[in-house]
């Protein structure tokens, strides 16, 4: 077969928001004579609807008017250039790949969090397999113990990389499970420890109190910890993942996002609204469910692939 590229995958998982997105922009340009208000009033309509957000498209759009109006710029293909280098150049900003080496000392805790089905369990699984294979020693922790089915499907990664794991009978405290965690990271010279975390609805007041107790206990008993507070965000949510940003990182403060299911979706503008909205690395985009589906995010790499 010969394996298909990381650049190939990458393209290929963003293909629907290609379409969605850019060939948009294509179609519009072409067999146009100029960069007139009807051209770019449909300009701004494909970028809210790729979930650009409205500011970044008034910006974008306001500013090629100007440039238009000045002669700057006057080839409706060179519109497509244009988006092209200012998406680049917003997402530069939220490329800030995570560094567990950072530390100089151990473990280093990644608190995993957002709502149901997002990604957060696989996503783990994901991250500790390249950990892993890169020499890291891997603990998990299944702090999720709401769910009934949470900790199985963790320990099946655990197994499948040859992580061991820390839990506690269903319906036990999160944090305890965390405080458990810690303590045998500590005392097995564990590099890096990932506390899985319930995703139930983020407006319920519980969920946020029972994180910022998790967070709260792990940081006494390690200094920064957690060292990465970890967001997840399903693509395929569209304006939905800027509210549950938001919410997260109002109880929580976010120090990176993995916006995972762009493979499934039309709406992967979503990573330039969430980059425009918060100032938060985004440190990972999953394009599939393989192992190497999951991938470190690099701007240049990303517009590449889309465009
Ligand atoms: N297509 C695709 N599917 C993904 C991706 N990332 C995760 N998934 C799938 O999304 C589903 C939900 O993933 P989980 O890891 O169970 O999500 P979770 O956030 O832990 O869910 P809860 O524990 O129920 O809150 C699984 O079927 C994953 O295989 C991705 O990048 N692309
Ligand atoms: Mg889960």
């Known amino acids: 077969m010969g394996g298909e590229g990381f650049f190939e995958r990458l393209r290929r998982g963003l293909s629907n928001t290609h379409a969605g997105f850019v060939s948009q922009v294509d179609q519009l340009v ?131 990389i040859g992580a061991d794991m820390v839990k506690q009978s269903r319906g036990s405290d999160p944090s305890a499970v965390a405080f458990d965690a810690v303590e045998a990271a500590k005392a097995r010279g564990i590099d890096v420890l990932f506390i899985d975390t319930a995703g139930r609805l983020h407006t319920k007041e519980n969920l946020m109190e029972e994180l910022k107790k998790i967070k709260r206990i792990v940081g006494r008993q390690c200094a920064g910890a957690p060292h990465e507070i970890l967001l ?35 709406k992967g503008g979503i990573i330039i609204g969430i980059t425009e909205s918060f100032h938060i690395p985004i440190r990972y985009v999953g394009v599939g469910e393989k192992m190497d589906d999951l991938r470190e995010f690099n701007a240049e790499e990303f517009v590449s692939a889309l465009f």
Request: no cysteine; proline share 2%; glycine share 10%.
């Open 232 to 266: 997840i965000l399903d693509a395929t949510t569209g304006q939905n993942a800027i509210s549950q940003t938001r919410l997260f990182n109002e109880a929580l403060g976010i120090t990176g996002i993995a916006l995972t299911k762009l493979d499934g979706t039309a």
């Open 30 to 160: 072409s067999g146009k004579k100029e960069i007139d208000e009807a051209l770019l009033e449909e300009l701004e309509e494909i970028l809210i609807t790729a979930d650009l957000g409205m500011d970044t498209t008034l910006r974008l759009v306001n500013d090629l008017h100007q440039r238009a109006g000045r002669n700057e710029l006057r080839d409706p293909r060179k519109v497509k250039e244009y988006i092209r280098d200012s998406v680049l150049t917003i997402l530069k900003a939220a490329e800030n790949p995570l560094d567990i080496d950072s530390l100089g000392s151990k473990p280093f805790v990644i608190l995993v969090v957002g709502v149901n089905g997002v990604g957060k369990t696989t996503t783990i699984g994901k991250l500790a397999g390249k950990y892993q294979s890169g020499g890291k020693r891997i603990l998990f922790a299944a702090s999720d113990t709401f769910r009934a089915a949470a900790a199985e499907q963790l320990e099946v990664w655990a197994n499948r």
